[in-house]
């Protein structure tokens, strides 16, 4: 199976600072590592190969240091690493983001299966998985929190929903989104370390990909982010008296002027 | 203090630190109360391709020394050295196959202990040959093509559940110490069977078993080496993995001192964190500074060993002596600073204080390696 794993490396905090003038992160003076419910995804390629065979490929766009993450993956047992690095690249959101993987996967050429995690730990939006499928064409599965089998073409996974969780089949290639509940992420081994440490690792600019760049980076994100801030919470509580009978009646009567009854 | 370590020493303290702070510490309370062999960790130590580190690259290690294996061991001791140890114990039994195996032995035994499939154990003491090893009373008759093995060795770490054992058993009774030979034994040998699990002050989940030997019968082949140079082979074998269990006390301590730097800073009495009473300081910067001590002393002695160094015995001796030393030293103190606390079981310095005795006890007693120190001591100054 050729899978590709897509990742990002995010500050290592959840005490994100965000820098007043852009409204990006500021990540200068923060360890960065990659992100959480991307090592699920990594992992998961990895069973998978361990299963099946073959190979897998992880992609990750950033600056020259997201490099790091990429050697991390391949010390855990990632065959090759391709990272997307490009001055057009930077302040892109989900849309250019997908653009941006799309046209590096389509560079790969073949593939049977792609992951990514459900979200990332600074962004949290969940869109690029999908946004990737519907720009490649393929079907996609979305919190994936377990793969069954891989046969004949088809893929049987189970996928999280609210009270349970569905099997769902669907053909190759495609894409899936993981959960964290799918795996345990290995440690690196030395072997792999030493590995990556002399890894050759791939990078593509945008003209390497042969990309528009007003579809890449800030100039193709529709998403402006106008400001951030965290919500104030205005939470007010009252306790009502009397026996139950008269409590419930009050309580109505509150609902009935909330209008939510 | 820098210790200009290479690129990939940096890497191995790196990612077994790693394992430490993810694996080990998290259940090392368990495994000492409940006495369980710490099989899971053993398996991440394996995949991580930990046993291979000392062993040749042909045969499917890294081709590494001394000082790595000390590394490796300061690191997983700063977790528990109840998983140390049997990580440590596996080296011991493996050096004497690695130092003076044949061919066939050595691609026989160490691509599995590599890859850590195997664990190995290392067999000399017995009930009546403690610090006088020479005491030893198991023995192998040769009989055709074969050595029969009769007798009981005694408190062997990684006993029942190593697959290769190294056993030192007199072959000529007549000749006394120059009547030993080194063996390999495997575990399900007819003959070969297991005592009852030793019950510990500390290192309990680490296995520590009486080995015993009944007609056991085992191919001439498992011979290591040839009859008569069992002792020299448990000597060299002593002398080169001694570091790491000075590398145990190292890592035992700055556990420790992690540990009550932490909880110092945050424990309020007379309305102030402790660590602002000097007092406490005090004894903080006498931890800091013996441990920074003993670590310099032990890389220095590894480094000895891996530059292959004849005269070993005493910078290993030393390092072993002071480094042990220092950790009952330290983890006492770091009991008395967490006071009441500290002798609880909830908190982890009073496991490292029971931990720390025995690292002055096994691999040589601290009164035997005054013997070695002083004993080289004395010939270097006749040699002058």
Redesign the interface.
């Known amino acids: 199976m050729e899978i590709i794993v897509c990742i990002k490396q995010v500050p290592g905090t959840t005490e994100v600072k965000i820098d007043p003038a852009t409204n990006t992160l500021i990540r200068e003076g923060v360890e960065s590592i990659i992100n959480p419910f991307d090592t699920y995804a990594l992992e998961e390629g990895l069973r998978m190969k361990e299963r099946w065979g073959g190979k897998v490929t992880t992609i990750t766009m950033g600056p020259p240091q997201a490099e790091k993450a990429l050697r991390e993956a391949i010390a855990m047992g990632i065959d090759e690493g391709v990272l997307l690095s490009d001055r057009a690249f930077a302040g892109a959101d989900t849309l250019a983001t997908s653009y941006a993987l799309f046209r590096a996967i389509e560079k790969i050429g073949s593939y049977d299966l792609i992951i990514c995690g459900k979200q990332t730990m600074d962004g949290d939006t969940g869109q690029v998985g999908p946004e990737l499928a519907e720009r490649l064409g393929t079907p996609f599965v979305t919190y994936v929190k377990k793969v069954e089998e891989v046969n004949d073409g088809h893929i049987k996974v189970e996928r999280m929903i609210e009270d349970g969780y569905e099997v769902v089949e669907m053909p190759l290639p495609g894409l899936i989104t993981v959960v964290k509940e799918i795996n345990e992420p290995?440690?690196?081994?030395?072997?792999g370390?030493?590995k990556a440490?002399s890894a050759e690792i791939t990078i593509w600019t945008a003209s390497d990909l042969g990309v528009d760049t007003s579809k890449v980076g800030l100039a193709g994100s529709p998403t402006q982010v106008v400001r951030i801030f965290a919500p104030e919470r205005s939470r007010k509580s009252e306790i009502l008296q009397g026996d139950v009978s008269s409590q419930v009646d009050q309580l109505v009567k509150k609902l009935r002027e909330a209008k939510i009854v | 203090m820098e210790y200009f370590l290479t690129?990939?020493q940096k890497?191995?303290k790196d990612?077994v630190g790693?394992?430490t702070e993810?694996?080990i510490i998290p259940t090392r309370a368990e495994l000492d109360e409940e006495e369980k062999f710490p099989w899971e960790i053993m398996k991440?130590l394996a995949?991580?391709?930990?046993f291979?580190?000392y062993i040749p690259e042909e045969y499917g290690g890294?081709g590494m020394g001394c000082l790595e294996n000390c590394l490796v061991m300061e690191e997983l001791s700063r977790g528990c050295c109840g998983v140390s140890v049997t990580f440590a114990a596996t080296a011991l039994g493996t050096y004497p196959i690695l130092l003076h195996g044949t061919e066939e032995q050595k691609k026989k035994y160490l691509p599995d202990i590599a890859r850590g499939k195997r664990l190995a154990a290392f067999g000399l003491t017995e009930a009546n040959a403690g610090s006088d090893a020479a005491g030893i009373q198991t023995t192998a008759v040769k009989d055709g093509d074969h050595y029969v093995l009769n007798g009981t060795k005694q408190w062997i770490t990684n006993g029942g559940e190593a697959e290769v054992y190294t056993i030192i058993a007199l072959t000529d009774k007549s000749k006394g110490s120059r009547g030993a030979s080194a063996f390999i034994v495997e575990k399900d040998t007819p003959g070969f069977s297991f005592g009852k699990k030793e019950k510990k002050m500390g290192i309990r989940c680490s296995a520590t078993r009486e080995l015993v030997f009944e007609d056991c019968r085992i191919p001439k082949e498992n011979l290591i080496g040839k009859e008569g140079i069992g002792f020299i082979v448990a000597m060299r074998t002593l002398d080169i993995t001694r570091p790491g269990i000075s590398a145990q006390a190292v890592g035992l301590a700055q556990g420790a001192l992690e540990a009550t730097l932490e909880y110092s800073r945050q424990r309020k009495q007379f309305g102030q964190t402790i660590s602002s009473f000097q007092a406490i300081q005090h004894m903080l910067a006498d931890m800091v500074t013996q441990i920074e001590a003993a670590r310099a002393l032990v890389y220095a002695a590894a480094k000895t060993i891996d530059s292959g160094a004849k005269n070993i015995s005493k910078v290993s001796a030393m390092s072993k002596l002071f480094a042990s030393d220092m950790a009952m030293k330290v983890t006492t103190d770091a009991v008395q600073i967490f006071g009441g606390y500290g002798y609880m079981r909830e908190y982890p310095v009073e496991k490292m204080m029971r931990d720390a005795k025995i690292i002055q006890i096994y691999e040589g007693t601290n009164q035997i390696q005054r013997n070695v120190i002083a004993l080289q001591l004395i010939k270097e100054s006749m040699a002058r």
């Open positions: 290995r440690l690196p081994s030395l072997r370390m030493m440490k | 690129d990939e890497m191995i990612l790693k394992i993810e694996k991440v995949d991580s391709d930990l291979g580190l890294f």
